[in-house]
């Protein structure tokens, strides 16, 4: 069994490199519009990675209940997911052109809230919590998606 802190830990990273990738992308910006919308996210990500530490801290105590325990089946999927979908997409988007990177940028917010949503069942009292984050990033996904089309 693992505990549901060390998948936090891999969310806790998901939304570190969103926050690089976010505060890049608005550096390279030069419409107004598009800036404010990218530092906008790249600040939601840094609340996000302020919860995620908040939630490690509550679930790796040792008091914390056993529901917090995660199969290690469950726990290898879900590392891979995130070591095959999310980590390599991030790298890319560090060598693409905007048009490129706003593309995986949806296909990241899209991992990340199937990521976020396998979480669910073992957040315990804290499941509000990650359906908040995950409604954030599905608002991302929209903004995201509307600046595409």
């Known amino acids: 069994m693992v505990n ?8 806790l990273n998901i939304e570190a490199e969103g926050y690089a ?3 890049n992308l608005a550096s390279a910006q030069t419409d107004e519009q598009s800036k404010q919308l990218f530092q906008n ?7 996000h990675q302020e919860i995620f530490r908040r939630l490690i801290n509550e679930f790796s105590q040792p008091d914390s209940s056993k529901d917090n325990w995660v199969s290690e089946e469950v726990a290898g999927y879900l590392k891979s997911y995130a070591n095959m979908s999310v980590f390599p997409t991030m790298t890319k988007m560090k060598q693409m052109s905007s ?10 917010e899209k991992d990340s809230i199937i990521f976020y949503s396998e979480l669910l069942p073992y957040a315990g009292n804290e499941k509000e919590t990650i359906k908040k984050i995950i409604s954030e990033e599905k608002r991302h996904l929209m903004d995201l998606l509307a600046l595409l089309s």
């Open 4 to 11: 549901l802190s060390e998948l936090l830990s891999i969310a």
């Open 41 to 47: 996210l790249a600040q939601q990500e840094r609340e």
């Open 21 to 23: 990738f976010y505060t």
């Open 99 to 108: 048009t490129e990177a706003l593309k995986l940028a949806v296909e990241v």
